[in-house]
């Protein structure tokens, strides 16, 4: 049969290249032809459509980075455009690997109402017991019970059990860290409590910014005065086991170029000296802004504090401005002294002592 002969290597040429299309154009390739005028320009226009919310939601995605649980808005600003958001899981204070979301949306227009006012619960409580804790004493603002080497501070409150000392902290390769204890689950007080001051989730206008060398990094969006709460460090808590398999494939990844790890590691020496213990949060896939502060060899504007809670075993980073910030300045804290990879990832934080290499230690 001439004709079929013919006919064969056009289909054959016909399968070869729909075997390159995806698999949804592959389906469509095989139903539409089947419909009528009337079903193909519906289908149209539902495609159509679905671009448009799909533009939507990025755009929905630049204007918060915080997915609506931040007392404000935390932008991401990219003056090229290219990258219009970072893409990760959003979490405002510390979890379980086991609690993080597969998923989490992010970009309904339902998320606001129409003045911009967020709904999800969480913020909304926190900017609440914030704005009624504001009107009383500014000063709240501020660390009042960062401690000193004899570990007292000044309690805001009457709970027992805030005046336990410190011991030395060490954060990659940092030796002098701050040390707090605030309120916790063993008060009785609540959120509203003058001592729980990091607990109320970010509380000054914050931005992301895409530089051509660094990628991401956190910007002040309004001044900041020395001393005020910035954010935590938010993430998965790992084991140790599995933040050094994770490091590694972050590792493997970050020499390919084009990936940003968000791993840290606080250690903590016991009196005797003897023992660490460590503490590793991950907010590489599962994070808060706090991921995208980027390092400064000169120690930046931030300064670490571990904040511990009354009957709460695990303390908490927090990061807290060392002097008074402009707005619009990048902020930066120093990731440690210590290089262990003679081949580090280059530093380009533009300071007068910038060592070269960004810091690296063995997890
Ligand atoms: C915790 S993330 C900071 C946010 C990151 N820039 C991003 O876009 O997600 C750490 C990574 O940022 C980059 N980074 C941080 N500080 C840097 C610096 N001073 N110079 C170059 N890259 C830096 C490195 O890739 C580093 O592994």
């Known amino acids: 049969m001439p004709q079929c002969q013919q ?4 289909a054959a040429a016909a399968n070869k290249s729909n075997k390159k299309d995806p698999p949804l154009i592959q389906c469509a390739d095989l139903i539409l ?4 005028p009337l079903e193909l320009a519906n289908i149209s226009s539902t495609c159509k459509t679905l671009s448009q919310i799909s533009k939507s939601i990025t755009l929905q995605r ?4 915080s997915r609506f649980l931040e007392n404000h808005l935390i932008p991401f600003l990219n003056p090229n455009n290219q990258h219009p958001y970072a893409y990760f899981l959003y979490t405002p204070s510390q979890l379980l690997p086991s609690q993080s979301p597969l998923r989490q949306p992010w970009g309904s227009q339902l998320d606001r109402d129409s003045l911009g006012r967020h709904h999800s619960g969480s913020a909304c409580k926190l900017n609440e017991s914030w704005e009624v804790l504001r009107g009383c004493d500014s000063e709240l ?32 390769g940092l030796e002098e860290m701050g040390i707090m204890t605030e309120c916790g689950p063993g008060c009785g007080c609540g959120l509203e409590c003058s001592n729980r001051l990091t607990q109320r989730g970010v509380l000054v206008k914050l931005k992301i910014v895409r530089d051509g060398k660094k990628a991401w990094g956190l910007f002040a969006g309004q001044m900041i005065c020395q001393g005020q709460f910035i954010c935590e460090y938010a993430g998965e808590l790992l084991t140790t086991e599995e ?6 494939i972050y590792d493997e990844l970050a020499s390919s170029g084009q990936f940003s790890s968000a791993l840290l590691v606080v250690r903590e020496h016991l009196p005797s000296g003897k023992a660490c213990l460590r503490i590793n949060i991950d907010a590489t896939r599962t994070g808060n802004v706090a991921r995208f502060i980027n ?32 707005e619009g300045e990048e902020l930066t804290f120093s990731y440690g002294e ?26």
């Open 62 to 65: 630049t204007l918060d980075a």
């Open 7 to 10: 006919q064969e290597p056009a």
């Open 33 to 36: 032809p089947w419909l009528t």
């Open 295 to 326: 390092h400064s060899c000169d120690g930046g504007n931030l300064t670490t504090v571990l904040v511990r809670h009354t009957g709460s075993l695990l303390p908490r980073l927090c990061f807290f401005a060392s002097r008074n910030i402009k």
């Open 141 to 172: 603002a501020t660390p009042r019970r960062v401690m000193g080497e004899s570990g007292k501070g000044v309690c805001g409150c009457d709970c027992e059990g805030c005046e336990e000392g410190g011991t030395g902290w060490e954060f990659w």
């Open 338 to 363: 210590i290089r262990v990879r003679s081949k580090g990832l280059q530093c380009f934080c533009g300071s007068s002592c910038c060592f070269g290499t960004l810091p690296s230690e063995h997890t």
């Open 243 to 248: 933040a050094r398999r994770r490091q590694q």
